[in-house]
């Protein structure tokens, strides 16, 4: 799989931003993290998708990425843009490697079954408990376990 991130830190959370900035889909994975109310939790993502798109605007040559990967002292925040314009942000413990690699993981499932779900309208919040999520934890339990 390719998602075979190194054994050093835990994945913490998962937030996913529809195109507006707005959270469509949070999933902690760890006791770690950081606890958030609902309201922080959408404040937390419309904030990095701000931060985002200022950084892309800051960057001296263009187009640019804009912000992949954030580095504080007890945490690392990396994200990925899909085609579309969804966002997709993982925080992890300072340590943790392959974030990218992950999150690229979670764009296919999210691809696989939450676009190609009849029922999803684009932007709108991913109902929990689904395919998506059934897949999302599996695969976060493998990468936690070979940690």
Do not use: W
């Amino acid at each position: 799989m390719a998602y075979r991130p190194a054994r050093e830190g835990n994945l913490l959370s998962l937030y996913i931003n529809n195109r507006a900035g707005g959270l469509i889909f949070h999933r902690d994975f760890s006791p770690n993290a950081a606890k958030l109310d609902t309201n922080e939790q959408m404040q937390l993502a419309s904030t990095f998708s701000g931060l985002a798109l200022i950084m892309g605007q800051l960057a001296p040559s263009r187009p640019s990425s804009g912000m992949q990967l954030l580095e504080a002292d007890g945490f690392l925040l990396q994200s990925f843009d899909s085609p579309t314009g969804i966002k997709f942000f993982l925080t992890a413990e300072p340590d943790a490697k392959g974030l990218d690699l992950v999150l690229r993981e979670v764009y296919t499932y999210y691809a696989d079954y939450v676009l190609k779900n009849p029922f999803y309208e684009m932007d709108m919040p991913i109902q929990k408990g689904g395919k998506f999520c059934q897949k999302l934890d599996r695969m976060v339990a493998q990468v936690q376990d070979r940690r």
